[in-house]
């Protein structure tokens, strides 16, 4: 129980649950204050971790000095601004806070708590899934009950959970974790897999195909052709139980859901017809490419959010929405943080974590916008202080200490 209130706070600034409407703004400032607390109780400690960051804070200035700009100077969207906010100050802050707090609690190994907390969320999906009106009232409380859509999700076997971001970057973080547990060498390693799998199909695909794509490059890279055989035949022989066994029938909306978004990528690839040309990936490489129209809105940014749509077009591609909104020098100011991450990843010829920061970047704001819609820049974040700087958070540790 010493730990507790630690995987709490864990897991809180993880999966980032929020009360969806005018609530949604107090939770935010709450989080913040949450880690403001931890900052500012631990002075000491929490100024050497930040020292490690200061690159990263200076580029995350320049973004929000660059959007209040746009925002009060040049009339843009000011939804903009809130996100930011949300997208930027507040997942570093709880950075440094939990940083201080694995520090304090004397934790060595923090991928094991990822995917310990991981397990948990798992948990709290399946079991939401299984009690359906639970399940039906929790996600309304955290996405809202108005319109069509969170209705329509909802019927198609998608949002379980206790998590911000159910239909996106929720499952985008647990492909991450699965990844991780997958290569951790544990009795359990392959139910904490399934289970973090089963959360992901039941809210949003995108989480699986980037724990497929990620699993690919290790097994490829990094792994011997008799594991990699051993590995697809444990697949196959588990896709064979869950379809001889009810398991499919249980799930069967989900996974048909899922099964659907296999159906698209072919179609898109392979130009074959079991969606008739209609799948959401058509959309992502056609029509959902709404490119600036002249120089000013390429390097400045014609100040609208496409995600809701504008006039009549609309787009779920992260790179777009940007360009729309902010123009190439928003783009590169929000990129800003991950090319210092993977610049520091490669120093340190930390090539796994470089791989992960790519294709999650590539895919991920391909599919939507990775920046407002998951926790990614969190994610990023504390790896690369607990993993790939963790001889210098050990120093900070040992000071502490002294």
Same mark, same amino acid.
């Given at each position: 129980?010493?730990?507790? &209130?630690?995987?709490?706070?864990?897991?809180?600034?993880?999966?980032? @649950?929020?009360?969806?409407?005018? =609530?949604?703004?107090?939770?935010?400032?709450?989080?913040?204050?949450?880690?403001?607390?931890?900052?500012?109780?631990? +002075?000491?400690?929490?100024?050497?971790?930040?020292?490690?960051?200061?690159?990263?804070?200076?580029?995350?200035?320049?973004?929000?000095?660059?959007?209040?700009?746009?925002?009060?100077?040049?009339?843009?969207? @000011?939804?903009?601004?809130? =996100?930011?906010?949300?997208?930027?100050?507040? @997942?570093?802050?709880? $950075?440094?806070?939990?940083?201080?707090?694995?520090?304090?609690?004397?934790?060595?190994?923090?991928?094991?708590?990822?995917?310990?907390?991981?397990?948990?969320?798992?948990?709290?999906?399946?079991?939401?899934?299984?009690?359906?009106?639970?399940?039906?009232?929790?996600?309304?409380?955290?996405?809202?009950?108005?319109?069509?859509?969170?209705?329509?999700?909802?019927?198609?076997?998608?949002?379980?959970?206790?998590?911000?971001?159910?239909?996106?970057?929720?499952?985008?973080? +647990?492909?991450?974790?699965?990844?991780?547990?997958?290569?951790?060498?544990?009795?359990?390693?392959?139910?904490?897999?399934?289970?973090?799998?089963?959360?992901?199909?039941?809210?949003?695909?995108?989480?699986?195909?980037?724990?497929?794509?990620?699993?690919?490059?290790?097994?490829?890279?990094?792994?011997?052709?008799?594991?990699?055989?051993?590995?697809?035949?444990?697949?196959?022989?588990?896709?064979?139980?869950?379809?001889?066994?009810?398991?499919?029938?249980?799930?069967?909306?989900?996974?048909? %859901?899922?099964?659907?978004?296999?159906?698209?990528?072919?179609?898109?690839?392979?130009?074959?017809?079991?969606?008739? !040309?209609?799948?959401?990936?058509?959309?992502?490489?056609?029509?959902?490419?709404? &490119?600036? #129209?002249?120089? #000013?809105? *390429? $390097?400045?940014?014609?100040?609208?959010?496409?995600?809701?749509?504008?006039?009549?077009?609309?787009?779920?591609?992260?790179?777009?929405?940007?360009? #729309? %909104? !902010?123009?190439?020098?928003?783009?590169?100011?929000?990129?800003? @943080?991950?090319?210092?991450?993977?610049?520091?990843?490669? +120093?340190?010829?930390? &090539? %796994?974590?470089?791989?992960?920061?790519?294709?999650?970047?590539?895919?991920?704001? *391909?599919?939507?916008?990775?920046?407002?819609?998951?926790?990614?820049?969190?994610?990023?974040?504390?790896?690369?202080?607990?993993?790939?700087?963790?001889?210098?958070?050990?120093?900070?540790?040992?000071?502490?200490? #002294?």
């Amino acid at each position: 129980m010493k730990n507790f &209130w630690y995987f709490v706070y864990l897991y809180l600034t993880i999966y980032v @649950p929020v009360i969806a409407g005018s =609530a949604r703004k107090i939770c935010i400032l709450l989080y913040l204050l949450a880690a403001l607390i931890i900052i500012f109780r631990n +002075q000491k400690i929490s100024a050497k971790i930040f020292n490690q960051c200061k690159v990263i804070a200076f580029a995350i200035f320049c973004l929000v000095l660059y959007v209040v700009t746009n925002v009060f100077i040049f009339h843009a969207d @000011p939804m903009i601004l809130t =996100a930011t906010f949300s997208m930027t100050i507040v @997942p570093f802050a709880s $950075v440094i806070a939990l940083t201080t707090l694995f520090i304090a609690k004397k934790r060595t190994d923090f991928i094991s708590d990822f995917i310990k907390v991981a397990v948990i969320a798992s948990t709290i999906s399946i079991i939401l899934y299984l009690i359906p009106p639970l399940g039906k009232s929790i996600l309304f409380l955290l996405a809202g009950d108005e319109g069509d859509s969170i209705r329509r999700f909802y019927d198609a076997g998608r949002g379980y959970g206790f998590a911000g971001s159910l239909f996106f970057g929720y499952s985008i973080v +647990q492909a991450i974790a699965a990844v991780f547990a997958i290569k951790r060498k544990s009795r359990y390693k392959y139910l904490f897999v399934i289970m973090i799998l089963i959360s992901i199909i039941l809210n949003a695909r995108i989480g699986l195909f980037l724990f497929i794509i990620l699993l690919a490059i290790h097994y490829f890279t990094n792994s011997s052709i008799r594991q990699t055989i051993k590995s697809f035949v444990a697949i196959i022989i588990l896709v064979a139980i869950i379809i001889e066994t009810g398991v499919y029938k249980e799930f069967q909306e989900s996974l048909d %859901w899922t099964l659907e978004g296999f159906y698209m990528v072919s179609d898109f690839l392979f130009n074959t017809k079991y969606t008739n !040309g209609f799948g959401h990936f058509n959309g992502l490489a056609g029509s959902f490419l709404i &490119w600036p #129209q002249n120089i #000013q809105e *390429w $390097v400045m940014g014609k100040g609208i959010y496409l995600l809701y749509g504008y006039k009549g077009y609309s787009s779920d591609v992260g790179l777009i929405l940007h360009l #729309q %909104w !902010g123009g190439m020098i928003y783009v590169f100011l929000l990129l800003c @943080p991950l090319l210092f991450l993977i610049k520091e990843g490669i +120093q340190h010829k930390s &090539w %796994w974590y470089v791989t992960i920061i790519l294709m999650t970047l590539l895919l991920g704001d *391909w599919k939507g916008d990775l920046f407002t819609q998951s926790n990614f820049l969190f994610i990023a974040i504390i790896l690369y202080l607990l993993k790939i700087k963790k001889y210098e958070i050990d120093f900070c540790r040992y000071s502490r200490i #002294q």
